[in-house]
């Protein structure tokens, strides 16, 4: 039987006569997007209807999930809150912590001695408020959030970018920050401007080497990073109900990676099989009883280019493989121009690692086709080329293909098996060498292809592919092979073809697990002791954020003005600073290192105006701090792209900085930035980011005039005596602005004023 059975029955009891009155004020059939959150509004039955990318609205998600990294702070927040229990169903996930090195055992067994007092944080703050724990090792949370939560027409939230994979079982899934979070769990409504609508039609059916993975690899290419920001992308049609539930969750994950709010598919067959098979035929009987309102409205699909405000038209049958990089996600290359683009770009022919898995990619139907090409060594008598590391998703996953025979078929072509955990995905990859930098070409399954995410390295050529792409790029270790159209020569000299992957989508035994590595929380956590260590370096105590003294901001310093693509990596780096995410002073010091400076091309080295002098950029926001000097940001376009991690939006906060003033943002990091009470700002003329200079003082005009819908202007003095007024634009509402004046939305929680 599924968790929260009642509370899933409880939606779909609400959901037809919601749909019903939301169609009838919204006056015309609905797409499966609006159907569900016109089902969750927080104030019940619908009165109006909202406007696209123009409307807050307050909604109710009905469950949250967290993952180790950011869980950390959003329950030392959620502390800080004053509460007694959670006030909706909430899970634990610890999957970022664990590094991978040498094999599962061995990570694992590492794992939990180093963050030994990380995971008892976890586990004691779940045990109190009613949290569902998963253990270290149990699995990624998205892959355990699809096995075990996710339900179609559901609305959840959670402190992970990829939150968004549970569209593959028809939710609404969206990624958000830890303030966020707390708000839900806290009782509090979830605020969220009414996204738009992107549409995408998938025709024809994947077959051969082409993978679910190709249709987001070539939407990102149609969208770039940015082009899915602020809307909800949906898909429909008769290539997507012939997709797998597991493929279409990989295609909402990577939805992250345009920007995308959240991305999602109607329920269908598909999902029904996957319902079953992981032991959930409850939710799917309960879904099947009003499927009409689990998708879109016939008429929206039929004629998409009315309801949604873009459609994209992909033929499934036509579509090729992709491989998408290096450095960003959005580059798309077909395989048969792999060759002739890498030739052309100096990109090292040779493959050092193919990693496949990950959150994105690591459903049995994955390993099982890529099991199938690893075979293929074997019996085709071939070398593989390349070292090859497996992720699976979860221990229920990782029992399954054990017992499946797939390991032992990886083991035999020299295969590394990883914990179940992010590891390399997010940078946690002990890498042998990597800190010699040498140029080289790696690819994987996963998600995110920045500059150093998965090995620290920054000359490291990251492309995304799916697993079977990936595996066969392995085995050849050549950029330029395309198992398509090319040979190989195997070890007795002969040229040979690897034959197209196969692979069950589900089990044909059922999916095992002797421990899938789940704890339940205490009945009664009133008795639970949390103790945090005054001395710990990896646990920290919050205090609160200090109110706005209702005065303009004047005579702040330019900390950093970045230059380029600034993802929340840049900003907040992962990997060995993972450890410090529960620990707002120790993590502030990895705080826009990465950030390229625009007036030196250099990276952590800013100028500190009071001595003239450079240093990194902690240490000179530290110094602006103790001589009481505020400082701002400076940003190019799509600021804070990427992760969800609101440690880049608390480090600027808690190190002094006021405001955030960009070309523009990426959607949660926004939202994180008005939650701890900065000021995120977008020039009004995108021209102005020209006019800053490195040692010029801000002065705020009208702050104190702060509203809805009024621009700001802000004094740039220049170290000439020279000035620039620049205005500045600006997304908040009253209740944001409200978050401003108390210091953050948690401040005003913990007053009982949210």
Aim: glycine content about 10%; charged content about 20%.
């Amino acid at each position: 039987m599924a968790f929260d059975i009642e509370m899933i029955k409880k939606v779909y009891a609400n959901m037809p006569g919601r749909v019903d009155k939301a169609r009838e004020i919204v006056g015309r059939p609905l797409t499966l997007t609006e159907k569900i959150l016109y089902n969750h509004l927080w104030d019940g039955n619908p009165t109006q209807a909202f406007g696209r990318g123009i409307d807050y609205v307050d909604f109710a998600p009905d469950r949250v999930a967290c993952q180790d990294a950011t869980a950390q702070m959003a329950l030392l927040q959620f502390m800080h809150a004053g509460k007694k229990t959670v006030a909706v169903p909430t899970t634990v996930h610890c999957d970022h912590l664990i590094q991978a090195k040498v094999d599962a055992a061995t990570d694992l067994a590492r794992a939990k001695t180093q963050s030994n007092e990380v995971f008892d944080f976890l586990s004691s703050v779940s045990n109190k408020y009613g949290i569902g724990f998963w253990k270290p090792g149990a699995g990624i949370i998205h892959q355990v959030v699809l096995e075990n939560y996710a339900f179609p027409g559901g609305m959840m939230i959670g402190t992970d970018s990829h939150t968004v994979n549970a569209g593959g079982l028809g939710m609404v899934a969206i990624g958000v920050g830890g303030a966020d979070a707390v708000d839900v769990m806290s009782g509090m409504a979830w605020e969220l401007k009414f996204p738009k609508l992107i549409g995408v039609k998938l025709t024809g059916k994947l077959s051969g080497w082409t993978a679910p993975k190709d249709v987001i690899l070539k939407v990102a290419g149609i969208l770039t990073v940015k082009g899915g920001t602020g809307a909800i992308v949906e898909y429909f049609g008769e290539g997507a109900t012939a997709m797998s539930c597991t493929g279409k969750g990989t295609i909402c994950n990577m939805g992250a990676e345009i920007g995308a709010t959240t991305s999602t598919f109607g329920y269908d067959d598909s999902m029904s099989r996957y319902l079953r098979s992981t032991n959930r035929a409850d939710v799917a009987d309960a879904a099947d009883k009003v499927a009409s309102y689990l998708t879109g409205d016939p008429e929206v699909y039929a004629n998409p280019e009315h309801y949604f405000d873009q459609v994209i038209e992909i033929n499934l049958s036509e579509l090729e493989p992709h491989l998408n990089g290096p450095f960003t996600p959005d580059l798309a290359t077909p395989i048969s121009k792999m060759k002739e683009e890498a030739i052309k770009n100096n990109w090292p022919l040779q493959i050092q690692v193919g990693l496949i898995g990950s959150c994105t990619n690591s459903s049995y139907e994955d390993i099982a086709r890529a099991a199938s090409l690893a075979k293929q060594v074997t019996a085709k008598n071939l070398k593989i080329k390349s070292e090859f590391t497996i992720t699976p998703g979860s221990e229920v996953v990782r029992s399954t293909i054990e017992r499946d025979g797939f390991i032992d078929t990886f083991d035999k072509i020299g295969a590394t098996v990883f914990a179940n955990a992010c590891g390399p995905c997010i940078g946690m990859w002990d890498r042998e060498g990597a800190e010699k930098e040498e140029r080289n070409t790696i690819v994987h399954s996963f998600n995110r292809n920045f500059s150093k995410r998965a090995d620290g390295n920054p000359n490291t050529l990251a492309f995304v592919g799916s697993p079977e792409l990936v595996t066969a790029m392995a085995i050849a270790g050549d950029l330029g092979f395309n198992p398509l159209t090319d040979t190989l020569i195997n070890e007795d000299g002969e040229e040979v073809m690897l034959d197209a992957p196969t692979g069950d989508e589900l089990p044909s035994k059922g999916f095992y697990a002797e421990d899938p590595g789940f704890q339940a929380p205490a009945e009664d956590g009133s008795g639970v002791q949390v103790a945090v260590s005054p001395t710990s370096e990896r646990l920290q105590l919050l205090a609160p954020f200090d109110a706005w003294d209702g005065k303009n901001i004047t005579g702040a310093k330019l900390l950093i003005k970045a230059f380029g693509k600034c993802t929340t990596d840049h900003i907040s780096m992962a990997g060995p600073w993972l450890r410090f995410r529960g620990h707002l002073d120790n993590i502030s010091n990895n705080m826009l290192i990465g950030a390229v400076n625009a007036f030196n091309q250099k990276t952590n080295a800013v100028k500190n105006q009071l001595t003239g002098s450079y240093d990194a950029v902690p240490a000179v926001a530290r110094a602006y701090k103790a001589a009481g000097v505020p400082s701002i940001v400076v940003g190019d376009h799509n600021y804070g792209e990427g992760s969800s991690r609101e440690h880049a939006a608390m480090e600027p906060r808690f190190l002094g900085v006021k405001a955030v003033l960009v070309k523009s943002f990426a959607r949660i990091h926004e939202t994180n930035l008005k939650k701890q009470g900065l000021l995120g700002l977008t020039f009004a003329n995108e021209t102005d980011y020209d006019k800053i200079q490195e040692d010029d003082t801000i002065n705020f005009i009208d702050l104190v005039d702060f509203a809805p819908g009024k621009p700001l202007s802000l004094e740039f003095v220049h170290a000439n005596g020279t000035k620039d007024i620049i205005l500045a634009n600006h997304t908040y509402n009253a209740g944001q602005i409200g978050w401003f004046v108390a210091g953050s939305a948690l401040n005003l929680i913990a007053a009982g004023k949210a």
